[in-house]
Nanobody, 114 residues
C-alpha cells in the first residue's frame, strides 16, 4: 500500500474531523499531495492540495473550513476539517503523482449528519 487514508467517521454538522494519509515512501510527502472526495453519484473533486514548496490551495466549497498540512519526517499528510456540513459527506482520498504514475489511497468515508 503506497498511501493509506484514515480518520473518517460519522460526525454531526458543525463538528470536526482530521483525516490522515500515511505514505509508504518518504519522497511522496515531498511531492504535491492532495485530498479528493467523491460523493455518491458525483464525480471526484479536488478538496485541497499542498505543493512540494508548501503552498496550498482549496476547493471553493471548503475554503476557510479545511486545512491541509504535512509532516515530511513522519510521511504524513493531514486534512483538518472544521464546521462540517452534510454536503461534505463523501469518501475522501489522498493522492500524489510521481512522474507518470499516480497513487491513490483506499479512501476513508466521512458522513456528516444534519
Amino acid at each position: 500500500v503506497q498511501l493509506q487514508a484514515s480518520g473518517g467517521g460519522l460526525v454531526q454538522a458543525g463538528g470536526s474531523l482530521r483525516l490522515s494519509c500515511a505514505a509508504s515512501r518518504p519522497f511522496f510527502t515531498r511531492n504535491t499531495m492532495a485530498w479528493y472526495r467523491q460523493a455518491p453519484g458525483q464525480q471526484r473533486e479536488l478538496v485541497a492540495r499542498i505543493s512540494s514548496g508548501g503552498s496550498t490551495n482549496y476547493g471553493d466549497s471548503v475554503k476557510g473550513r479545511f486545512t491541509i498540512s504535512r509532516d515530511i519526517a513522519r510521511k504524513m499528510v493531514y486534512l483538518q476539517m472544521n464546521h462540517l456540513e452534510p454536503e461534505d459527506t463523501a469518501v475522501y482520498y489522498c493522492h500524489t503523482a510521481v512522474g507518470l504514475s499516480e497513487y491513490w489511497g483506499q479512501g476513508t468515508l466521512v458522513t456528516v449528519s444534519s
